[in-house]
């Protein structure tokens, strides 16, 4: 039996090349890129050169980019960072609805210590509003972070249209970008972002490394007690080889990116049309036109979640609900909750299909011939 893996959005296998990549620098480099002999010049070097690598990857300095342990602490760095270090300005910050949890949770320990939060609600099709935004904001909004993919749905906010809009005001604007980055071209001047948070291990890069970009002249308190590294913004030694690892994996994701993009489209239709020849009742979350390539979520109407995954898994599919399973209750999504309410099956009845390097069109022949017929066994 094919045992396929589809939950790319989740986490990414690593790349052979990006493990070798770091063999490479683990056997080669004992130092310390902090220390100023011969091994930790060399280190130094290596460092450096990775770091260009990133930085060139979003058109963004050298000096721009900031070493954290991944999307999490990126995350966490932009908002609580800000927070402090402009709080003396204001205490309101805008988000949405539908982050990840490490800005939901961040915004709530930030509500906690007094600072106010704006949750923006979403469309049916998991989108913003730009008026929304620009009623929302004031004339002490410190920051606004709206993500530029979402994780479980795929839509896409309109980034460059809020990086205009907030031109003439003086909040940062902070972009999660841990699910575009690899597959969408990222500019952050032409996106006019101030923060943009990355994750290797959503690129097949290794985890536990990211970084955080942080334009030039934004002022950011730092939340790790320690060295200077990373010019005083994140102390702690450098994770050197998971930092050369992930400047692989972007040299790689760059090189595949429109053939992956190209391939993950069609993925989407093999799955779309399988449904509808075999007239399997289904919605779509989010929409195909404004959406990250390798996400598709769908809503299989009558169909239980759970007797779906676990019917998949046996076949062999591996996909997520985009739910998260706590004690055998269905926790459900609060990014469905947001574009559909709290009273409705789509909460209940959603699998989210992610893509990655390796399937090719007839593992996701499979993959959809094998939903049709779990469909069709357990919707009477
Ligand atoms: C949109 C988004 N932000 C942040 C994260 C957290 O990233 P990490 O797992 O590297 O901490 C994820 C991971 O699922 C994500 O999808």
Redesign the pocket.
Known sequence: MKQLYIDH??TSPIDPEVMSAMVDNMLSISGNPSSVHRYGREARYALDTARAVLAASIHAKESEIVFTS????S?NLALLGTAYARQSEGKHIITTAIE?S?ILKTAQALEKDGFEITYLPVSKNGEISLNDLQEALRPDTILVSI?YGN?EVGSRQPIQAIGLMLETHPAYFHT?A??AYGLEELNVDELKVDLL?T?A??LNGPHGI?FLYVRSQTRLNYTMFGGDQERKRRAGTENLPAIVGYAKAVELAEETRADKRDSYEKFKQIIISALDIAGVKYEINGTIDNSLSHILNIHFIGASVEAFLVNLDMAGVAVSSGSACMAGSIEPSHVLVAMYGEDTPVLKESLRFSFGAGLTKEDITYVADETVRIYQRIVK
């Open positions: 959005a989740a991944g999307g999490t602490e995350d990840h490490a993500m994780n999660d841990v699910q948070s994750s291990h959503k990211g």
